[in-house]
Nanobody
């Protein structure tokens, strides 16, 4: 089992930055591929970014060049640095850990981009 807890969300003005964190406990963190997803009101949950066990990354087109995903296995933590935020980035952001046939989710953290 892996327990995931997101933090770092909040209200930010357009053009601002936020850094989300996802702290994990339980199983061995390093063996899981990790990802950030988001869900806006009335919309389906969508992939924002993913990072593999060896650090390969991919991003949704909407966030390329603005968001950066990273992981620190020694700290059992994953991050999402979000720059140049736009109102359309407003959503609940969830972290995910997947591997060995398992799929774990955090409870989510709200990000609101508004002036």
């Amino acid at each position: 089992q892996v327990q995931l807890v997101e933090s770092g969300g909040g209200l930010v003005q357009p053009g601002g930055s936020l850094r989300l964190s996802c702290a994990a406990s339980g199983s061995i963190f390093s063996i899981y591929a990790l990802g950030w997803y988001r869900q806006a009101p009335g919309m389906q949950r969508e992939l924002v970014s993913r990072i593999t066990t060896i650090g390969n990354t991919n991003y949704a087109d909407a966030v390329k060049g603005r968001f950066t995903i990273s992981r620190e296995n020694a700290k059992n933590t994953m991050y999402l640095q979000m720059n140049s935020l736009k109102p359309e980035d407003t959503a609940v952001y969830y972290c995910n850990a997947a591997g060995l046939g398992n799929n774990f989710w955090g409870q989510g953290t709200q990000v609101t981009v508004s002036s």
